[in-house]
């Protein structure tokens, strides 16, 4: 991964912890918050004070951006933000959304992402055209502009466009369990490249 994708994961993960106060936050954290890490992974994972999970996804440019849309998640945020069927045209969506229909008719359980708010983090020069393919591709997802010569400070992050908010269950004390477990992670990695440990 890029040093530019990790300073602004970072910065992101510094926003969520100190500016908005969110308890908890967890860098490259298991998506789905499952006991296997079969749903992908988020670069960046909060839960605010209100049990609510947020997921940051960076991207550093519009191709990486646009090509998210084949990632399982989006196809659960598309889902519950339309409540019907994808059009055959879009091939990731549908097949997503067949897959889900095949399970249901076996009656094996849906892995539904705990994630009450979406957004994409990108640096500044980017919002533009950023926020019209997310408009486009995306248009339940959030927009975060990040200030890449800023340091840590407040202004170093605003809000180009606000999230939906998913009326979800507030995350429970085994999701919770799990995102704790993915924080130590998160502290584990960080320390280990402070020490400059090889990690396997």
């Not at 308890?23 to 918050?33: D, G, K, R, S, T």
Request: net charge positive; charged share 25%.
């Amino acid at each position: 991964m890029s040093k530019e994708v990790d300073e602004m994961r970072a910065k992101v993960a510094h926003h969520l912890r100190f500016t908005k106060q969110y308890p908890m936050v967890a860098i490259e954290a298991n998506a789905l918050l499952i006991a296997f890490n079969t749903g992908g992974q988020a670069d960046v994972l909060a839960v605010d004070k209100k049990g609510q999970v947020i997921e940051v996804e960076i991207k550093i440019s519009i191709a990486d951006l646009r090509k998210d849309q084949h990632k399982a998640k989006h196809y659960w945020l598309w889902r519950d933000h339309f409540q019907e069927e994808p059009a055959a045209h879009q091939l990731a969506l549908h097949r997503a959304w067949k897959r889900e229909q095949t399970l249901h008719a076996q009656g094996r359980p849906v892995s539904i992402p705990p994630c009450h708010m979406f957004y994409f983090a990108v640096p500044d020069e980017l919002v533009n055209k950023a926020r019209a393919a997310i408009d486009e591709l995306y248009p339940y997802a959030g927009l975060l502009s990040v200030n890449q010569e800023m340091l840590y400070a407040p202004t170093y992050i605003f809000m180009a466009k606000e999230a939906r908010k998913y009326n979800r269950p507030r995350i429970g004390p085994v999701r919770l369990a799990r995102m704790a477990r993915e924080m130590s992670a998160t502290l584990c990695r960080l320390a280990m490249d402070l020490a400059g440990v090889k990690r396997l």
